[in-house]
Nanobody, 110 residues
Framework: QVQLVESGGGLVQPGGSLRLSCSAS???????MGWYRQAPGEQRELVAT???????NYADSVKGRFTISRDNVNNTVYLQMSSLKPEDTAVYYC?????WGQGTQVTVSS
């Protein structure tokens, strides 16, 4: 069993920044981590992943604007989001293998 607790979502204006955090109840040093998002009425999208060795991948829609990072000592993964656009509005979910966090709402609106 594992618990993933997310935080950092909220309301931000276009062009602004937010940092999402995900804290795990156990070590994820041996797992690939990632973030999904789902906007209302749209399909779920894999936003970013970070591998055990630290390599990262991003969806084309966020590449150059978002950065995923991990702290294996503190069992925390982050998603730094900058230059936010209204189309980034979604519920963002932390993932570790088959485990999902509860999600945190990000709303980008003027």
């Amino acid at each position: 069993q594992v618990q993933l607790v997310e935080s950092g979502g909220g309301l931000v204006q276009p062009g602004g920044s937010l940092r999402l955090s995900c804290s795990a109840s156990r070590s994820f040093s041996f797992y690939s981590m990632g973030w999904y998002r789902q906007a209302p009425g749209e399909q779920r999208e894999l936003v970013a992943t970070i591998q055990i060795g630290g390599s990262t991948n991003y969806a084309d829609s966020v590449k150059g604007r978002f950065t995923i990072s991990r702290d294996n000592v503190n069992n925390t993964v982050y998603l730094q989001m900058s230059s936010l656009k209204p189309e980034d509005t979604a519920v963002y979910y932390c993932i570790m293998g088959g485990h999902w966090g509860q999600g945190t709402q990000v709303t980008v609106s003027s």
